[in-house]
């Protein structure tokens, strides 16, 4: 079971920590990923890009080569419609292109609306629960045998508060980021007697357009940037030796 920490010091990745690293990012459209993308890249690792945008997707990708960064790969992807064998065709083109994995960072998320359950639509329950948990099953799955060869290789899970998803309304989203926390804790308990390090961030509320959709009403404005989480994010993956197995509780 993952322990909840609060560090008292947060890990950051320093410039070229993460020199030479390949870095899958999912979500890499989003609020979250594409910041996490960012900050991967600005400690100098090679950040995959994936997501269904394309469009966003190179405009991340053009913004992180101006920056100076090490060129990032884009590989497009709809979680919700991709297979067992996609995951296994991007696996093997992570091998046959750069031959290395070393990290994950699961940031893509599916989030439609607050409603009663019995209001949500058998569809939208299992959109939610495939984008949210079943995705990255199947990515992980597919992507640990190369993970395994590296040599200090982690996964990423991002989760949501616990509390407030586990109250009425929350619905479909509210159980997948529940069942995401129970996959994290039995992944980090199937590989803690091998390199594979896994982790978890609970980040705070953050400018994000799923926090506008979830929070209707509030100023959103008035939270951060997603960078912060993403700069956590980017320290776990350079050195996690301190919160492996655990969720980096960043709430305030």
Partial sequence: MLV??????????????????????????????????????RAGATAVLLGRRVRMLESLHDEIMQAGAPQ???????????????????????QREFGRLDGIVHAAVHFDSLQPFEQQT???WATALHVNVTAPFLLTRACLPLLREGMDPAVVFVLDDPVRTGNAFWGGYGVSKHALAGFASIVH??????????????????????RRAAYYGENTLA?????FAAGVIAGVLADGSGTRGAVIDLRP
């Fill in 72 to 94: 990032p790969g884009i590989y497009p992807m709809d979680l919700l419609g991709a297979t067992p064998k996609d995951h296994d065709d991007l696996a093997a083109t992570l």
């Fill in 122 to 124: 058998p569809e939208e």
């Fill in 223 to 227: 939270h951060p940037e997603p960078d």
């Fill in 189 to 210: 308990e199937e590989t803690e007697n091998t390199r594979v390090r896994t982790h978890a961030v609970l980040p705070g509320p953050m400018r994000t357009k799923l």
């Fill in 4 to 41: 909840t920490i609060r560090p008292a010091t947060l890990p950051a990745a320093a410039a070229d920590s993460l020199r030479e690293r390949v870095v899958l990012v999912t979500g890499g459209g989003g609020g979250l990923g594409s910041a996490t993308a960012r900050a991967v890249a």
